[in-house]
């Protein structure tokens, strides 16, 4: 079983709807948890990062942490046909651990 | 201020072969990450270096090895390539790796 799960998708939703992405993890050291879109030929772009439970809301984007059901979520509002890339949640641990453990990654399509 | 870059984009190289690739981080960024990006297995971490040190690595072979330079810059070296390196091999530089790290867009290696 992987560290972290994330659904691969592919999720189609029509412009403007709220847009839900989720991952789930099993390592309880996992403290900070990110969020980044990868369009097709380019590499990740950091969205946004939270550390330990909570809400964080950036614009249209607002991620979730739930540490209690080790479950994270994205949420895009009015979504955009920009918006269309591949959504990767990444997750870090305590001291002494620097890397990130990625889930698959969800590919998100917005139609317009 | 500059992205991460990563030379050169594109390699096809020939089993049995070896190769290096390049990585030059954000100015001031200290710490230096590579992935393996595949489509089965997703982004998975190589190794990170730190002032020159690697203070965290992955669980790939030997064959994977990594240095960084005293001006940050970072390479990384696969010997003896097999079929099944074949991927998108991402940079990433951070002045905290646990929560942001900003990734290069890459070097598609073609083993064949």
């Known amino acids: 079983q992987k560290e972290v799960e994330q659904d691969p998708g592919p999720l189609s939703v029509p412009e403007g709807a709220i847009v839900s992405l989720n991952c789930t993890y099993s390592n309880s050291a996992f403290q900070y948890f990110m969020w980044y879109r990868q369009y097709s030929r380019k590499g990740p772009e950091l969205l946004m990062y939270?550390?330990?439970?909570g809400n964080k809301e950036d614009g249209r984007f607002t991620a979730q942490v739930d540490k209690s059901s080790k479950y994270i979520s994205l949420f895009i509002r009015d979504s955009q046909p920009s918006d269309s890339a591949t959504y990767l949640c990444a997750m870090s641990g305590g001291f002494g651990n620097e890397k990130l453990t990625f889930g698959t990654g969800t590919r998100l399509t917005i139609i317009p | 201020k500059a992205g991460v870059t990563q030379t050169p984009r594109y390699l096809i190289k020939t089993r049995g072969q070896q190769v290096t690739l390049s990585c030059s981080p954000i100015?001031?960024?200290?710490?230096v990450s590579w992935y393996q990006q595949t489509p089965g297995q997703g982004l998975q971490f190589l190794f990170e270096y730190f002032s020159e040190t690697q203070r965290n690595k992955g669980n790939f072979p030997g064959r994977f090895s990594g240095r960084q330079f005293s001006n940050s810059r970072s390479e990384m070296n696969v010997s003896t390539l097999e079929l099944g390196d074949s991927a998108l091999y991402l940079c990433?530089?951070?002045?905290?790796?646990?929560?942001?790290?900003?990734f290069g867009q890459g070097t598609r290696l073609t083993v064949v």
């Open positions: 100015s001031g960024h200290r710490s």
């Open positions: 939270t550390y330990s439970s």
């Open positions: 990433a530089s951070s002045q905290n790796p646990k929560t942001e790290a900003f």
